[in-house]
T-cell receptor, first 111, second 110 residues
Framework: GEDVEQSLFLSVREGDSSVINCTYT??????LYWYKQEPGAGLQLLTY?????DMKQDQRLTVLLNKKDKHLSLRIADTQTGDSAIYFC???????????FGTGTRLTIIP | KAGVTQTPRYLIKTRGQQVTLSCSPI?????VSWYQQTPGQGLQFLFE???????NKGNFPGRFSGRQFSNSRSEMNVSTLELGDSALYLC?????????FGPGTRLTVT
């Protein structure tokens, strides 16, 4: 079955880059997503990547996909206090709307 | 464009009661999915509706049900509430590749 794993916590100094990692087991995963959740809020879609891509960049966000190792990462450049949140990776198969989420990584910014 | 809206935002119910949650998707989106978020189990898929038909269902008991109306609005119902049903219930509406989530309904069962 599908399984998506993330480390639970990450602390980064303001201005540094944050790298949040995720591994997944389902080799048929076609779409891979990153969501951000702030306290008391829903999930905000940050970015997504297709499984036939290696990298996607969107302003301060860079997504890297290593399909062979089933490893996905999200790099946030110049991390700011507003980036403090829980970040979820999720995978989805082609033709299926169901998202399978990781446990979430809580990103803490150190001033 | 307005985002996904969910009502009510907060709800307190007693064990054994039933509850109905509502979700209005982004205009033009025909697929609506529901998820349950708890500290212990994380984010879990409940079901997905497209054009008033349930296309996919997660591993939840039959007490959890849903429906979708012709205007794509969706409701989910939980009957015979248990303490373990306390959670944040999130609704998402989808385009071909993207799922956008609403703010959620926080259900507390006492």
């Amino acid at each position: 079955g599908e399984d998506v794993e993330q480390s639970l916590f990450l602390s980064v100094r303001e201005g540094d880059s944050s790298v949040i990692n995720c591994t997944y087991t389902d080799s048929s995963s076609t779409y891979l997503y990153w969501y951000k959740q702030e306290p008391g809020a829903g999930l905000q879609l940050l970015t997504y990547i297709f499984s036939n891509m290696d990298m996607k960049q969107d302003q301060r966000l860079t997504v890297l996909l290593n399909k062979k190792d089933k490893h996905l990462s999200l790099r946030i450049a110049d991390t700011q206090t507003g980036d403090s949140a829980i970040y979820f990776c999720a995978e989805r198969d082609f033709g299926n709307e169901k998202l399978t989420f990781g446990t979430g990584t809580r990103l803490t910014i150190i001033p | 464009k307005a985002g996904v809206t969910q009502t009510p935002r907060y709800l307190i119910k007693t064990r054994g009661q039933q509850v109905t949650l509502s979700c209005s998707p982004i205009s033009g989106h025909r697929s609506v999915s529901w998820y349950q978020q708890t500290p212990g189990q994380g984010l879990q898929f409940l079901f997905e509706y497209f054009s008033e038909t349930q296309r996919n269902k997660g591993n939840f008991p039959g007490r959890f049900s849903g429906r979708q109306f012709s205007n794509s609005r969706s409701e989910m119902n939980v009957s015979t509430l248990e303490l373990g049903d306390s959670a944040l219930y999130l609704c998402a509406s989808s385009t071909l590749y993207e799922q956008y989530f609403g703010p959620g309904t926080r259900l507390t069962v006492t």
